[in-house]
């Protein structure tokens, strides 16, 4: 049995936290679930979350969607978006962002949960925000990942290698992780037990989650990334499905180590178990359009389970 949650200290600090919208990509079924029905294509968000920290005011972007300019991505990325993955993107990020009355340079920490294309958005849209990213993420921008070399998600093709800043950005390779509920490796960002950044294995290097409060009382939002691609892999409806990629041939999950993916997700659904936890992935279309006319989007807030 995992160790619950830690409780919250007197006067403690959380996050209050919005969805931004950062554009949307169609996704078919069988990418993500067995047995998914081929014919089933979902229009998911790829969803950036704000964060604004209830004492300093510090900000931090969790994601930051897909770059509006996307044919400015590495020839490779181009090359799989018009073939596998349609694009729609209305407003990007900075677009969300201005619309709750912020600007990039009013973000102080941009935190991508990996270093795929649709989850870095254009990094050089933030001049002066720092960058954090997981252990391993710059050795996938350098060479790729150890995937095999015939799937364009994954070779060297698909990444460049200045994709985030590199005068501001500090990859987690030498921090100290301690274990925090069912995660064994989590480390606490500002160091008052208000958000932990989660080493979340298994889809690629470096892939991180947030956990976050959302209150005083002890109310709780975990953000997955790209941990899982349907929310029926983490009720345990369904199972990891295998795709062929149609430009290679190769067949193969969306995660690099299966392993390792099944284990964060079953640690994600012991923490969704808590009634005060409310746990979100990248992707999540159900969520976002059960939501996005209640006024959590832009200015307004996710508001904290009690």
Not at 24 to 44: A, Q
Not at 133 to 155: H, M
Not at 264 to 269: A, G, K
Request: aromatic share 10%; proline share 8%.
């Amino acid at each position: 049995m995992s160790k619950p949650l830690p409780p919250p200290a007197s006067s403690q600090s959380y996050f209050d936290v919005s969805v931004l919208s950062a554009g949307f990509i169609t996704l078919v079924e069988t990418l993500f679930i067995k047995d998914g029905n081929p014919d089933i294509k979902n229009v998911c968000p790829s969803m950036s979350f704000l964060l604004r920290h209830s004492l300093s005011k510090k900000t931090i972007l969790f994601d930051l969607g897909i770059r509006k300019d996307w044919r400015n991505y590495p020839p490779q990325v181009v090359g799989t978006i018009d073939a596998i993955f349609p694009l729609e993107i209305p407003l990007d990020v900075v677009d969300s962002l201005r619309l709750g009355g912020l600007e990039p340079n009013d973000i102080n920490y941009a935190i991508p949960s990996h270093v795929h294309w649709d989850h870095v958005g254009n990094p050089d849209l933030f001049p002066k925000t720092q960058f954090i990213a997981g252990e391993g993420g710059k050795e996938v921008l350098r060479n790729g990942s150890s995937r095999s070399s015939e799937d364009p998600l994954y070779n060297t093709a698909y990444f460049f290698s200045d994709t985030l800043p590199t005068d501001r950005t500090t990859y987690l390779d030498d921090i100290t992780w301690k274990e925090v509920g069912p995660f064994p490796r989590a480390y606490d960002f500002f160091g008052d037990g208000s958000i932990y950044i989660i080493d979340a294995p298994g889809h690629l290097p470096g892939h991180i989650n947030i956990l976050a409060r959302t209150s005083a009382e002890g109310s709780w939002i975990y953000l997955g990334g790209d941990s899982a691609g349907d929310v029926r892999l983490l009720t345990g409806e369904k199972e990891i499905g295998f795709y062929t990629n149609p430009i290679t041939g190769y067949t193969g999950c969306m995660h690099q180590d299966l392993d390792a993916a099944l284990e964060t997700i079953r640690r994600m659904r012991v923490v969704s178990e808590d009634s005060k936890v409310l746990v979100l992935i990248a992707h999540d279309h159900v969520w976002f359009n059960e939501n996005k006319d209640k006024g959590v989007l832009f200015p307004g807030k996710i508001p904290p389970k009690v």
